[in-house]
């Protein structure tokens, strides 16, 4: 139970630090250069997943007492070496091209901020993965403390902040964080490329196809509205949406708490085959998840006018009904992460990245389709309709599959 509550606080910790940053932007930044800011906030998600697709996935399904842990994370470290370069020349790339074109994304601190946001995100789930929640709540005090001394230091200068200002900050912060927890973790376990290391990689290759094409799909369908809406409406309008979002995003994250220490619990009950334990840690969860949804999504409902008045300078007062429907979506958000973490770790690899394709195909039409009528509030509309059809899909292969495995595991499981 300790994990889990040190667990809880490192994501409120986490939570605090994303919720702040976005409220001082929202208060103290022009609407354009934060919706510049939320573009490249959303990039580095998009590739947080690619990231979990080539190597975290495979840490995490492991317990952490697996003797091939070692091997394993040597490899991974390597693979994910590789990625982290290629990603920061890639966005050095296009925001020398968008600043040449005297575009707003053209923020070359993105190629700083994009590959350290990464690399703290890999060795925050590397020290979830060996079980050491206090370590991973460790680097993100240190990431909270940074942030604070950055941005805070230019607010009280009075300083304008622009979003190449902002991004340059967080990436220092992120990058001196996640340089550290690396050099710590990495300590004792020799180099990263052995001879033939990375042709080993070829063995995960398969699993790794199947899993980024779920997240890739995953991702399509909670984040293709950015891309959209910063192409179709600008920036002043992706601002908007992200402002109405900030209060909700507590309840998706609460689910990615529960879901980084439950998988260590769900593999050792996978392992044991006490199937019926692993089922109703997945209820349980989901369930009391839902409640607490509802509930944070009713009071922020009624609360809005006061809260917008106060939190956000008076901005986006009116556009409450749109933070409502931001509610159901991170409800249903909160259940895919149940379900696909209960899938994850029995390793349906396939049929997930089947159900996640096929409902971010649906989310990206309703998408299209929604704004249309509705403007950039139909990107929630249109991928809540997506996230649905994929919670329905998951749940249905989620509930095949154990019913097949409760029906093979020795009596009293």
Known sequence: MSRYLISAFEQALWSLLNFGVNLLLIRFVAPDHYGAF??????????????NALTVCHLQALAPSDPRRPS???????????????????CLGATLAWRGAGSLYGAPAA????????????????????????????????????????????????????????????GVAYAVSGGASAVWALRGQGRLFQPGGLATYAGYAKQSAWVFLGVSSTELLSRFYVFIVAGWF???????LSATQQLLR????????????????????RDREEWGAFARGLMVAG???????????????????????????????????????????????????????????LRAFKPLALANTAASLAAAAA????MRGMGPAGAIVGTAVGQLIELAAMSFILVSIMTARRRSAPRGN
């Open 72 to 90: 394993v994370e040597r490899l991974m470290h390597g693979v994910n070496l590789i990625f982290l370069v290629v990603v920061g020349l890639a």
């Open 38 to 51: 939320v573009f490249w906030a959303s990039c580095g998600f998009v590739l947080s997943s690619l990231q």
């Open 234 to 240: 600008g920036a002043a309008a992706l601002a908007a």
């Open 367 to 370: 998408i299209l389709l929604i």
């Open 287 to 345: 369930g009391g998840g839902l409640v607490i949804a509802a509930l944070w999504t009713a009071i922020l409902h009624f609360a809005w006018p006061v809260l917008a008045l106060h939190l956000f300078g008076g901005k986006y007062v009116a556009e409450g009904w749109m933070a409502a429907l931001w509610g159901v979506s991170a409800a249903i958000t909160l259940g895919q992460t149940v379900v696909s973490t209960g899938l994850q770790v």
């Open 250 to 269: 507590p309840i998706p994250l609460l689910a990615v708490s529960w879901s980084m220490v439950a998988r260590n619990d769900l593999a050792r009950r």
């Open 111 to 170: 190629a700083l901020f994009v590959p350290a946001y990464l690399l703290q995100q890999y060795v925050r789930a590397l020290a979830f993965s060996r079980g050491r929640p206090g370590l991973a709540a460790a680097q993100t005090a240190l990431v909270f403390a940074l942030v604070v001394t950055l941005l805070g230091a230019a607010l009280l200068r009075g300083e304008t902040l622009y979003a190449d200002g902002v991004l340059w900050r967080l």
